[in-house]
C-alpha cells in the first residue's frame, strides 16, 4: 500500500491544530471514511471494521463499506450464551475488543453495510440503550428459571429483528448473490492471521496471558511483550504498509478530541522548557500549569513512560480499556515528537480534523491496553521471539 502525502485536505488542517501545532507526515496509510458509532458503546467494532477495510485495501481488494451492527448482533448473541452459562456473572455489556470482531466472523461471516446498516428504528443513528436493557431482562429470566426455552431463543432472535433488522438470508453486491459466509470467503480475509499485542510487567514477557479488563469477556490470550517492543512493532507495522487496531484509555484531560490531540505532558517539571516560559511556569502553582497546559495552545513537554510507570497507571485503574480506535501512520510536530495518525469513530462533526487526532508517543506508551496487527507486520526479530510462523 502507498503511504499518501502530506498534501491531503486532513493532513493540511491537523497541520494547523490548536494554533501552535505544526505535524508533518512520517508515514499516512489508505483508510476507509470515518463512521459514527453514536449512541453506542460499539467502537470495538467499529475500529476494528475501520482495520479490515484498510486490510482490503492494502491487498488490493478496493473499497469495502462493511456492516458493524451485522457483527454485533453476533457478539450480544455471543454474550447471552456466556452469561447463561456463568449463572448471570458474565458481561452483556456494549463494550468488546478486537477478537471479538474476528470470532464473530468465523461464525457467520460479514456482509456489506448496504445489506445491514442495523437501525430499524425511529433514528438516524445508532443507539442501543434501550435494546440492551430489554436483552439484560431476557438474560436475567432465563438465568432465575435456569433454562433457556424455545420462546427464550425466539425472544432473542425478535429484539434484534425489531431493533436492528432481520438477517438477509442472501443479498445481492455489485450484481452478484451471497450469503455472509459466501461474501466473507469473497474477501480473503484470515482471521488466523491477526494478533493482539500488548506490554504489562506483571506476567513474563513473550508469552500469552489472558489481560484482565472487563471487555475481554472471551477471555482471549494476548501476547505479552516489553514496551519499547510493543511500540517498534506499531512502528514496524506503519512503516511496512499495515495499519494497527488500538485499544486503551482516553479519560484523562490529555486526551482532546476536540482539539485532535492526545498527549502526556509531564506538568510538574519546567526546565525543559524556554527561559521565557520557564520563567512564567515557575511562578504558577501545579494547577495554574495544568490549566496552562491543556490549553493545547503548542506542544509541551512529555512524560517518559517507562514500564513501571505503565504498569503503575494500570494496577491503580487510572489507564483503563475504555475506547479502540484505528492507527493508520506517523506524524511529526515541530520539535521532532512523534504522534500517531488515528482515526476515530465519533462521526465528522466533533471536531475539525475530520473525525481524526493525533495521539502522541507518550500518551500510546502509557495508556495503551493492547494493539493489533496482522501477524507478518511483526519482524523477523519478533516473530522468531513468539514462535509466529
Keep these: ?7 491531503c485536505a486532513l493532513t493540511l488542517s491537523l497541520s494547523v491544530l490548536a494554533q501552535g501545532y505544526q505535524f508533518t507526515d512520517i508515514v499516512r496509510l489508505e483508510a476507509t471514511p470515518v463512521k459514527n ?49 456463568r449463572g448471570g456473572h ?41 435494546m440492551v436493557r430489554f436483552m439484560q431482562a431476557i438474560a436475567d429470566v432465563a438465568v432465575k428459571e435456569k433454562q433457556r426455552t424455545p420462546q427464550y431463543y425466539e425472544l432473542v432472535n425478535n429484539l434484534f429483528d425489531t431493533y436492528l433488522g432481520k438477517i ?16 466473507a470467503a469473497s474477501l480473503g480475509l484470515n482471521m488466523d492471521n491477526y494478533i493482539e499485542l500488548t ?16 471487555d475481554n469477556w472471551e477471555h482471549s ?4 511483550i516489553p514496551l519499547d517492543e510493543m511500540i517498534s512493532a506499531v512502528d514496524y507495522a506503519l512503516n511496512h504498509g499495515y495499519t494497527v487496531c488500538w485499544d486503551g484509555d482516553v479519560s484523562e484531560r490529555g486526551f482532546s478530541f476536540k482539539n485532535g490531540v492526545a498527549i502526556n505532558p509531564e506538568v510538574e517539571k519546567v526546565e525543559n522548557f524556554s527561559e521565557t516560559d520557564r520563567a512564567r511556569f515557575e511562578k504558577m502553582d501545579e494547577q495554574s500549569r495544568m490549566n496552562e497546559v491543556f490549553k493545547f495552545e503548542h506542544p509541551y513537554p512529555e512524560v517518559k513512560v517507562t514500564p513501571e510507570i505503565r504498569q503503575q497507571g494500570y494496577e491503580a485503574f487510572v489507564t483503563t480499556d475504555d475506547h479502540l480506535m484505528h492507527v493508520i501512520g506517523i506524524v511529526k510536530d515541530q520539535n521532532g515528537t512523534k504522534y500517531y495518525i488515528t482515526k476515530n469513530s465519533w462521526g465528522t462533526d466533533r471536531n475539525n480534523f475530520g473525525g481524526y487526532l493525533n495521539m502522541s508517543e507518550s500518551f500510546v506508551r502509557a495508556k495503551t491496553i493492547y494493539v493489533m496487527i496482522h501477524k507478518a507486520a511483526l519482524s523477523n526479530e519478533m516473530r522468531k521471539k513468539l514462535n509466529i510462523q
Excluded at 500500500?1 to 498534501?7: E, F, G, N, P, V
Excluded at 506490554?199 to 472487563?214: G, L, W
Excluded at 490470550?221 to 505479552?224: D, G, Q
Design 199 to 214: 506490554s504489562f510487567t506483571h506476567h513474563p514477557y513473550y508469552q500469552k496471558f489472558d489481560v484482565e479488563v472487563p
Design 37 to 85: 458509532q453514536a449512541a453506542t458503546g460499539t467502537c470495538w467494532c467499529f475500529a476494528t471494521t475501520s482495520f479490515m477495510e484498510s486490510e482490503l485495501l492494502r491487498m488490493g481488494k478496493g473499497t469495502y463499506d462493511l456492516s458493524e451492527m451485522f457483527i454485533v448482533r453476533q457478539k450480544y448473541i455471543n454474550q447471552l450464551q456466556d452469561n447463561y452459562l
Design 221 to 224: 490470550l494476548m501476547y505479552n
Design 90 to 130: 458474565g458481561n452483556i455489556g456494549q463494550g468488546s475488543l478486537s477478537h471479538t470482531w474476528m470470532n464473530a466472523f468465523r461464525q457467520v461471516g460479514i456482509v456489506p453495510e448496504e445489506a445491514y446498516h442495523g437501525i430499524n428504528y425511529a433514528s438516524l443513528i445508532h443507539n442501543h440503550s434501550e
Design 1 to 7: 500500500m502507498k503511504a499518501l502525502i502530506i498534501s
Design 168 to 183: 438477509p438470508d442472501k443479498f445481492k453486491y455489485h450484481g452478484k448473490e451471497y450469503t455472509s459466509k459466501s461474501f
